[in-house]
T-cell receptor
Framework: AQTVTQSQPEMSVQEAETVTLSCTYDTSENNYYLFWYKQPPSRQMILVIRQEAYKQQNATENRFSVNFQKAAKSFSLKISDSQLGDTAMYFCAFMKLTGNQFYFGTGTSLTVIP | ETGVTQSPTHLIKTRGQQVTLRCSSQSGHNTVSWYQQALGQGPQFIFQYYREEENGRGNFPPRFSGLQFPNYSSELNVNALELDDSALYLC???????????FGPGTRLTVT
């Protein structure tokens, strides 16, 4: 079975600062995808960034980047130059390539303080 | 390109009743997944439909069932509602090969 663990239920960061959200996962699969999703208070889930397990290079999307450590089964999200609009619940998710099933963590509530 | 839509937005039902939730997938997507998100929790996978067939199921009882139609829209049916079924129900569509799931805004179900 696949499990995804987010050990930080809540975090806060000052506007313009950098914050890192942690995620670990457990799987016996060798090929898979990892994702970070953002769920603002309006509740619609939005994809932030994705990482293919076979790629060694860490994914980057503008102010968002990941630190993917496959051997350690760790997948952290770094948000640089935090903005008020980054305030949201962030979910780490794991996807098996067989069956296209997603497994979500319990989320980290991030608050950006002006 | 039309995004994922869900209806209704909110729903209140009584324990023991049945409910049907609806989802229209994003244009071009042939796979729909349904999730239950309890308050303060991450989404839990209910099941997935690919080309009108169930293509995987999470740890949910048979009273949770679904359908996918030729236009790839989908329904989630829940029979014999229980109080614990109160949650946000999310629908997500995807292209199987790509993997990213695009979520709808959800349906908030309250069972009293």
């Amino acid at each position: 079975a696949q499990t995804v663990t987010q050990s930080q239920p809540e975090m806060s960061v000052q506007e313009a600062e950098t914050v890192t959200l942690s995620c670990t996962y457990d799987t016996s699969e060798n090929n898979y995808y990892l994702f970070w999703y953002k769920q603002p208070p309006s509740r619609q889930m939005i994809l932030v960034i994705r990482q293919e397990a076979y790629k060694q290079q860490n994914a980057t999307e503008n102010r968002f980047s990941v630190n993917f450590q496959k051997a350690a089964k760790s997948f952290s999200l770094k948000i640089s130059d935090s903005q008020l609009g980054d305030t949201a619940m962030y979910f780490c998710a794991f996807m098996k390539l067989t069956g296209n099933q997603f497994y979500f963590g319990t989320g980290t509530s991030l608050t950006v303080i002006p | 390109e039309t995004g994922v839509t869900q209806s209704p937005t909110h729903l209140i039902k009584t324990r023991g009743q049945q409910v049907t939730l609806r989802c229209s997938s994003q244009s071009g997507h042939n796979t729909v997944s349904w999730y239950q998100q309890a308050l303060g929790q991450g989404p839990q996978f209910i099941f997935q439909y690919y080309r009108e067939e169930e293509n995987g199921r999470g740890n949910f009882p048979p009273r949770f069932s679904g359908l996918q139609f030729p236009n790839y829209s989908s329904e989630l049916n829940v029979n014999a509602l229980e109080l614990d079924d109160s949650a946000l129900y999310l629908c997500a569509s995807s292209l199987v090969q790509v993997g990213e799931q695009y979520f709808g805004p959800g349906t908030r179900l309250t069972v009293t």
